[in-house]
């Protein structure tokens, strides 16, 4: 098994630049940004909450393969548009996260409305990579937060023994 999941955002420049997660990570050296879909890795999982396909244990082999987590770095505004365009030019494949609470300052409190940086946190989180999240969400603010917002569903997530059982733990969690 490989020490660390190679990270990537297709980042669209389509948000504020103040408040862009994507950016602050590159600078960190902790993914690698693409600015063009065809620049992105061919072999992983983009994060689509369109996806009808949860990230979950079964995903774990393609990761130890050196597989990526790619996100896309956009607008929620302007989401279905940006996902059709990456769809089209990539062959990764869509993985949606189970439902956590944002902690990033625009969207506090929402269910699902992750800053790229808490999606790939909590993608990392859920494959079992614990000590990664915690180093992607580190220079952020709200990083801690996050983790101890979401610490009970991504506790459960992470021990769930498929994409069903997570299915049902987000139910439990969020209805």
């Keep these: 098994m490989q020490d660390r999941v190679p990270l990537h955002v297709i980042h669209l420049d389509q948000d504020d630049p103040r408040k862009c997660t994507a950016r602050k990570m590159r600078s960190k050296g902790l993914v690698s940004l693409h600015e063009s879909p065809s620049s992105a890795p061919r072999r ?3 994060l689509d909450p369109k996806s009808t396909t949860i990230l979950g244990p079964e995903d774990r082999a393609l990761i130890g393969l050196g597989g990526s987590i790619v996100v896309l770095d956009c607008s929620w505004k302007m989401i279905d548009e940006s996902l059709h365009k990456i769809r ?3 062959r ?3 993985r949606a996260l ?3 609470l944002a902690a990033n300052p625009v969207s506090w ?3 699902g409305r992750l800053s790229s940086a808490e999606a790939l946190g909590a993608s990392l989180a859920i494959l079992g990579r614990y ?3 915690s180093i992607i969400l580190e220079p952020f ?3 801690h937060q996050f983790l101890e917002l979401n610490e009970e569903p991504l506790e459960a997530y992470a021990a769930a023994d498929s994409r069903d059982h997570i299915a049902e733990l987000e139910k439990e969690f969020f209805e």
Excluded: D, N, V, Y
Aim: aromatic share 10%; net charge positive; charged share 25%.
């Design 109 to 111: 409190g929402r269910i």
């Design 92 to 94: 990764l494949e869509g």
């Design 131 to 133: 000590a990664e999240a």
């Design 88 to 90: 089209r030019m990539t």
């Design 98 to 100: 189970p439902s956590l």
């Design 44 to 46: 992983g999982f983009l």
């Design 141 to 143: 603010k709200f990083g």
